[in-house]
């Protein structure tokens, strides 16, 4: 097992364990200095250690000799609050650990990854320039104005791979690149309770590798851009400006409930929105936001829109590769991190 070493310490930080966790899931089958041993290839584990970390890591045992394939470049965080570096690891080692089965499964069917973002050289400096930005990717991308279905589907579809973690709500998502070629943004699947949130935040992070322009900007502005981006894409300022007409002193919550119902943009976003637009004054706009507060509501608006956001691409291309035999039911397994048994129930 040429890989062991590197392949277990990556299971371990996919699962968010410490050399000692490891251990004691093991049930002291081996010391925590065993497990070190093994991390740094100076040992390796016989075969009843070996299906153990094999049930504790929740991984197969193809997985401990596979060659390692994915290197992340360009990683953009958007948080909350400040994770971990336990957590960090986590969500990054999920990353790697999905984009390689993606991968291997794109090459075994002879799928190419492409991606072309010709508007990385425009200039962005501004809203102006991310609304002139937008438009142009929804004219390329033949959106029209219309209000946006399933934003993750539709990343899918223009060659950017998207995948979700279970991480805690300190961790909105992520964007980044594999192997500095192949687009990747990251989501917390905790935000399917809140998908306008979880619909913002993947624009967001599109707005990261689709303004490579703005990478050396400070923190603050670069994560006011991508806020802007992302706003822009749920809702383009023409159509913005029919919904809500002209200057405006006061807005209702029961015309948000119904903007946000059809175009899955959140009560904070449209006031933004509104108040960048120049259509409220700033004043009102921390008014607004003070009385949400109060409310609650910045934490759970009182209308959810109820849409639909996965990906169902990779589960497909699994699905095809299997009803053509080019690959096994078992090969099929490995590659969904699945049993045996647990898949051919699955596909049943």
Not at 7 to 15: S, T, Y
Not at 83 to 88: G, I, K, P, V
Not at 145 to 152: K, R, S
Not at 307 to 326: C, T
Request: some cysteine; charged content about 30%.
């Amino acid at each position: 097992m040429k890989y062991f070493a590197e392949r277990l310490k990556a299971a371990r930080m996919m699962r968010g364990f410490s050399l000692q966790e490891l251990a004691d899931k093991l049930d002291s089958l081996v010391s925590k200095q065993a497990l070190n041993r093994y991390e740094q290839g100076i040992m390796k584990p016989n075969s009843e250690v070996l299906l153990a970390l094999c049930k504790v890591l929740e991984v197969r045992s193809e997985y401990f000799s596979r060659e390692p394939k994915v290197n992340l470049h360009d990683i953009e965080f958007r948080k909350l609050k400040k994770l971990s570096a336990r957590e960090n690891s986590k969500v990054v080692q999920q990353t790697i650990d999905f984009l390689e089965r993606y991968i291997e499964l794109e090459e075994i069917l002879g799928i190419q990854s492409k991606f072309e973002n010709e508007f990385a050289d425009l200039p962005v400096k501004g809203n102006e320039d991310v609304e002139k930005l937008v438009k142009e990717l929804r004219k390329s991308w033949k959106l029209g104005t219309d209000p946006l279905f399933n934003v993750i589907e539709l990343m899918e579809d223009h060659g950017i791979k998207v995948m979700e973690v279970d991480a805690p709500l300190d961790f909105n998502g992520m964007s980044t690149w594999v192997n500095k070629s192949i687009p990747v943004i990251v989501i917390n699947s905790r935000l399917d309770n809140f998908l306008d949130r979880k619909r913002f935040t993947a624009l967001h992070e599109l707005g990261h590798l689709m303004m490579p322009q703005i990478k050396n900007f400070e923190e603050r502005d670069k994560e006011n851009l991508c806020h802007y981006f992302a706003g822009a894409m749920l809702m383009p300022e023409d159509l913005f400006r029919n919904e809500l007409g002209g200057a405006r002193k006061k807005i209702l919550f029961n015309e948000l409930a119904a903007i946000k119902k059809q175009y899955g943009i959140s009560y904070q976003a449209i006031i933004y929105r509104a108040k960048h637009l120049g259509m409220i004054s700033d004043l009102y706009c921390r008014q607004f936001m003070f009385m949400m507060s109060n409310l609650g509501y910045k934490i759970n608006e009182p209308v959810q829109y109820q849409g639909y956001e996965k990906s169902n691409r990779f589960s497909q291309l699994l699905s095809r590769a299997v009803a053509e035999d080019i690959i096994s039911t078992s090969k099929a397994a490995a590659l969904n991190n699945q049993k045996l048994a647990e898949f051919r129930d699955s596909i049943s």
